[in-house]
């Protein structure tokens, strides 16, 4: 895979998604403030009212408007509702008439349960990011992180042309629709990243989503992030000895060393699973598949994210 | 504080696992309605989490939309000698579950036939993340008012939230009642100012819509509220029906969370969720929060390990070592990666104690040890409902 192909912070976009749980908003984080390091200007933005960003970079509260969350990285959080009404006020030529839409409170919930109008205004509100230009000329952000919320809304997201070509006749929206979705499909400005750990369900949904998604062409694929891999000191040679280990320990009474052998034996399997699992991962999606080490369970400091996200973007060069 | 799920799946008729992703939340689920079982009481779960390895673990060897009897007959019984009452569950798919309720509550088989050939309904039952908390809802209500469980275990999706959950029953309820609706559909009678205000509104925001949506998928969606509205007062009855029960004293909220940092910080949102809104958090389950190391017992959390006395350890044991290359190294090694397991165990019981604050005295808080072996059968699930009900040694 050439560097070009590859490079997946030089992209306008990058998406993030991956079932929950697998760290994905660590490796977004962590690769925002690589982002800004390297002298880029990275946005991040979630999807859904999680503001996961807020815990991470420890700030109070995470809004519609990108917000300096420290270490060179703006984060914002992209709500449905708001995305909506935001959109109504950007489309609606009357501006009384707008207001006293997005006033109601009874249009703000059918847009809510409306097909595909969220997600819309999710897009609508990406598209104007992507175009904001700082004063001195240049794109003001870039890459754009998307903290896509599950692995079933990435579809949602990315389906969205077929999902609207059913229900959707000629106008505004369709027209916005169809140009994120060539923005979206157009490896040159965005590339979808998966994040798993090298565990059975997150490996299989990875695979899943890969296959349910390579070919179609609404996207093109960055890397697969394996989070979480555990790394173990020794080798599977080292078990003979931990047998005539346990033995001697057993012979003399010393427990503790018996519990040290359990413990390292379990450390080894679960090791040797994870192994299996990145191998399974390997063989079933063809992406770069970048590592990444199981972390202490601690909040990260800023140093610490920076490595990570290093770590995760040389993976790709 | 007590250690144990035992009273409530004993006592309670509901109850609801709330919490974030990936933390095990359908596992333990699936083990608290295993629980009730094992205390005698007919119980169904009900998930929305499509997990193949669920199936698995219930013994079944598929789980959708229709409630199944898992064979609990296979398993050893409980120490009193006392049965395994029947356990049922169903994995809660939301495009089936919408086409059930529209045909359960629908006045006739045209109004019925005409919303599930709407493409606006088609879309929103297949494709809105916050219908599955509805749909949950609904599923609950059918599993409460048409079958005789003792007891229903309710997994819900993934929310940070907890709003949806609680906040789905009435606010489908409260649309479809709304001024709104009158502003799309032609009113019934002779229409006064005000009705005549709320045409001449609804008109421009149709014109609006239209200029916006394009006039297709408007129409579609006149249409698909035209078929819904004759279900209001099928809806509103059911509504409240559920939001009543959520809010019974048999009604039990259990949170599960497991022991990382985001994944806590989620929890700790749900948390404080449910207290604002005076919802009581009966349980916590920690779940995967610490790594057993002490063989005799296996259910105490070591957070710290002794690392001192390599040379005594290496003069005992290196006589009776033949052929280890370098034992010392092997002997270190091992060691340091329990006392790193220790360690860890040590910053997880920061973050349960992070998320213990604030919880009443009452509820139950329990910690699951992350088992060696993913739960991959129904005893396996066995184990973990022993941790639950404070079973386990």
């Given at each position: 895979?050439?560097?070009?192909?590859?490079?997946?912070?030089?992209?306008?976009?990058?998406?993030?998604?991956?079932?929950?749980?697998?760290?994905?908003?660590?490796?977004?984080?962590?690769?925002?403030?690589?982002?800004?390091?390297?002298?880029?200007?990275?946005?991040?933005?979630?999807?859904?009212?999680?503001?996961?960003?807020?815990?991470?970079?420890?700030?109070?509260?995470?809004?519609?408007?990108p917000?300096?969350?420290?270490?060179?990285?703006?984060?914002?959080?992209?709500?449905?509702?708001?995305?909506?009404?935001?959109?109504?006020l950007?489309?609606?030529?009357?501006?009384?008439?707008?207001?006293?839409?997005?006033?109601?409170?009874?249009?703000?919930?059918?847009?809510?349960?409306?097909?595909?109008?969220?997600?819309i205004?999710t897009?609508?509100?990406?598209?104007?990011?992507?175009?904001?230009?700082?004063?001195?000329?240049?794109?003001?952000?870039?890459?754009?992180?998307?903290?896509?919320?599950a692995?079933?809304?990435?579809?949602?997201?990315?389906?969205?042309?077929?999902?609207?070509?059913?229900?959707?006749?000629?106008?505004p929206?369709?027209?916005?629709?169809?140009?994120?979705?060539?923005?979206?499909?157009?490896?040159?400005?965005?590339?979808?990243?998966?994040?798993?750990?090298?565990a059975?369900?997150?490996?299989?949904?990875?695979?899943?989503?890969?296959?349910?998604?390579?070919?179609?062409?609404?996207?093109?694929?960055?890397?697969?992030f394996?989070?979480?891999?555990?790394q173990?000191?020794?080798?599977?040679?080292?078990?003979?000895?931990?047998?005539?280990?346990?033995?001697?320990?057993?012979?003399?009474?010393?427990?503790?060393?018996?519990?040290?052998?359990?413990?390292?034996?379990?450390?080894?399997?679960?090791?040797?699973?994870?192994?299996?699992?990145l191998?399974?991962?390997?063989?079933?999606?063809d992406?770069?598949?970048?590592?990444?080490p199981?972390?202490?369970?601690?909040?990260?400091?800023?140093?610490?994210?920076?490595?990570?996200?290093?770590?995760?973007?040389?993976?790709?060069? | 504080?007590?250690?144990?799920?035992?009273?409530?799946v004993?006592?309670?008729?509901?109850?609801?696992?709330v919490?974030?992703?990936?933390?095990?939340?359908?596992?333990?689920?699936a083990?608290?309605?295993?629980?009730?079982?094992?205390?005698?009481r007919?119980t169904?779960?009900?998930?929305?989490?499509p997990a193949?390895?669920?199936?698995?673990?219930?013994?079944?060897?598929?789980?959708?939309?229709?409630?199944?009897?898992?064979?609990?007959?296979?398993?050893?019984?409980?120490?009193?000698?006392?049965?395994?009452?029947?356990?049922?569950?169903?994995?809660?798919?939301?495009?089936?579950?919408?086409?059930?309720?529209?045909?359960?509550?629908?006045?006739?088989?045209?109004?019925?036939?005409?919303?599930?050939?709407?493409?606006?309904?088609?879309?929103?039952?297949?494709?809105?993340?916050?219908?599955?908390?509805?749909?949950a809802?609904?599923?609950?209500?059918?599993?409460?008012?048409?079958?005789?469980?003792?007891?229903?275990?309710?997994?819900?999706?993934?929310?940070?939230?907890?709003?949806?959950?609680?906040?789905?029953?009435?606010?489908?309820?409260?649309?479809?009642?709304?001024?709104?609706?009158?502003?799309?559909?032609?009113?019934?009678?002779?229409?006064?100012?005000?009705?005549?205000?709320?045409?001449?509104?609804?008109?421009?925001?149709?014109?609006?819509?239209?200029?916006?949506?394009?006039?297709?998928?408007?129409?579609?969606?006149?249409?698909?509220?035209?078929?819904?509205?004759?279900?209001?007062?099928?809806?509103?009855?059911?509504?409240?029906?559920?939001?009543?029960?959520?809010?019974?004293?048999?009604?039990?909220?259990?949170?599960?969370?497991?022991?990382?940092?985001?994944?806590?910080?989620?929890?700790?949102?749900?948390?404080?969720?449910?207290?604002?809104?005076?919802?009581?958090?009966?349980?916590?389950?920690?779940?995967?929060?610490?790594?057993?190391?002490?063989p005799?017992?296996?259910?105490?959390?070591?957070?710290?390990?002794?690392?001192?006395?390599?040379?005594?350890?290496?003069?005992?044991l290196?006589?009776?070592?033949?052929?280890?290359?370098?034992?010392?190294?092997?002997?270190?090694?091992?060691?340091?990666?329990?006392?790193?397991?220790?360690?860890?165990?040590?910053?997880?019981?920061?973050?349960v104690?992070?998320?213990?604050?604030?919880?009443?005295?009452?509820?139950?808080?329990?910690?699951?040890?992350?088992?060696?072996?993913?739960?991959r059968?129904?005893?396996?699930?066995?184990?973990?409902?022993?941790?639950?009900?404070?079973?386990?040694?």
């Amino acid at each position: 895979m050439s560097r070009e192909q590859t490079a997946v912070l030089q992209r306008r976009f990058v998406l993030m998604t991956g079932k929950g749980g697998v760290g994905k908003t660590t490796v977004v984080a962590a690769l925002a403030v690589h982002a800004a390091s390297l002298g880029m200007r990275p946005l991040v933005v979630e999807l859904g009212h999680r503001e996961s960003m807020r815990s991470v970079f420890g700030v109070d509260d995470i809004g519609f408007k990108p917000k300096d969350v420290g270490l060179g990285v703006h984060a914002m959080s992209v709500d449905v509702d708001v995305a909506v009404l935001d959109y109504m006020l950007e489309h609606i030529p009357s501006k009384r008439v707008a207001k006293s839409i997005v006033n109601n409170k009874v249009l703000e919930r059918l847009f809510a349960a409306m097909p595909a109008v969220g997600e819309i205004a999710t897009i609508n509100k990406l598209r104007q990011l992507e175009a904001e230009e700082l004063p001195s000329g240049g794109r003001r952000w870039g890459p754009i992180i998307v903290d896509l919320d599950a692995t079933g809304h990435a579809l949602m997201f990315l389906e969205l042309r077929n999902v609207i070509d059913n229900i959707m006749g000629a106008g505004p929206m369709k027209r916005l629709v169809e140009e994120t979705a060539d923005m979206l499909a157009n490896p040159e400005t965005t590339r979808l990243c998966l994040v798993a750990t090298p565990a059975e369900l997150p490996v299989t949904e990875t695979i899943e989503l890969y296959g349910k998604l390579q070919g179609r062409g609404t996207v093109s694929f960055g890397s697969v992030f394996a989070n979480r891999v555990p790394q173990v000191p020794l080798g599977a040679e080292a078990l003979p000895a931990l047998d005539q280990l346990e033995h001697a320990a057993k012979a003399v009474g010393r427990a503790d060393v018996v519990a040290d052998v359990a413990h390292a034996r379990i450390a080894m399997q679960q090791h040797a699973d994870a192994q299996a699992q990145l191998a399974r991962l390997r063989e079933n999606v063809d992406l770069p598949i970048v590592e990444l080490p199981l972390l202490p369970a601690a909040r990260m400091d800023g140093a610490s994210l920076g490595h990570l996200g290093a770590l995760a973007a040389g993976g790709e060069a | 504080m007590s250690a144990s799920l035992d009273k409530l799946v004993r006592e309670q008729k509901l109850i609801v696992c709330v919490g974030p992703g990936g933390v095990g939340k359908t596992t333990v689920s699936a083990a608290v309605g295993l629980a009730g079982a094992r205390a005698g009481r007919k119980t169904v779960v009900l998930t929305i989490d499509p997990a193949r390895r669920l199936a698995d673990a219930l013994g079944l060897p598929g789980l959708d939309d229709e409630i199944r009897a898992v064979p609990v007959e296979t398993l050893p019984a409980a120490d009193d000698g006392s049965p395994t009452a029947p356990l049922h569950a169903a994995m809660v798919d939301t495009a089936a579950s919408y086409a059930s309720l529209i045909r359960r509550i629908a006045p006739d088989e045209a109004t019925h036939r005409r919303i599930l050939d709407n493409r606006v309904f088609q879309a929103v039952s297949k494709s809105l993340a916050r219908s599955h908390a509805y749909v949950a809802m609904e599923r609950l209500y059918d599993a409460m008012q048409n079958h005789d469980y003792d007891l229903v275990v309710l997994d819900t999706p993934p929310a940070r939230n907890a709003l949806d959950i609680l906040d789905a029953p009435m606010s489908l309820a409260n649309f479809l009642d709304s001024r709104f609706v009158e502003w799309f559909l032609p009113g019934e009678g002779p229409k006064g100012i005000r009705d005549r205000i709320i045409a001449s509104g609804g008109a421009v925001a149709k014109r609006m819509l239209g200029l916006i949506t394009g006039k297709k998928l408007l129409d579609e969606i006149v249409s698909f509220l035209e078929a819904f509205a004759s279900l209001r007062e099928g809806f509103a009855a059911r509504a409240t029906t559920v939001d009543a029960s959520l809010r019974e004293p048999s009604t039990s909220f259990v949170l599960v969370s497991s022991a990382n940092p985001s994944s806590a910080d989620d929890a700790a949102w749900l948390r404080h969720d449910l207290q604002r809104r005076k919802v009581p958090v009966s349980g916590v389950i920690y779940n995967q929060s610490f790594v057993s190391l002490d063989p005799a017992a296996p259910m105490q959390c070591v957070t710290t390990l002794r690392d001192d006395d390599l040379d005594a350890r290496l003069g005992q044991l290196e006589p009776h070592l033949q052929g280890v290359d370098d034992p010392k190294a092997l002997l270190r090694d091992i060691r340091a990666m329990r006392a790193e397991a220790a360690a860890e165990n040590g910053r997880f019981t920061a973050i349960v104690d992070g998320l213990a604050a604030e919880l009443e005295p009452s509820c139950a808080q329990i910690r699951a040890p992350r088992f060696r072996e993913e739960i991959r059968d129904l005893p396996g699930l066995l184990r973990l409902v022993d941790v639950l009900t404070g079973r386990a040694r």
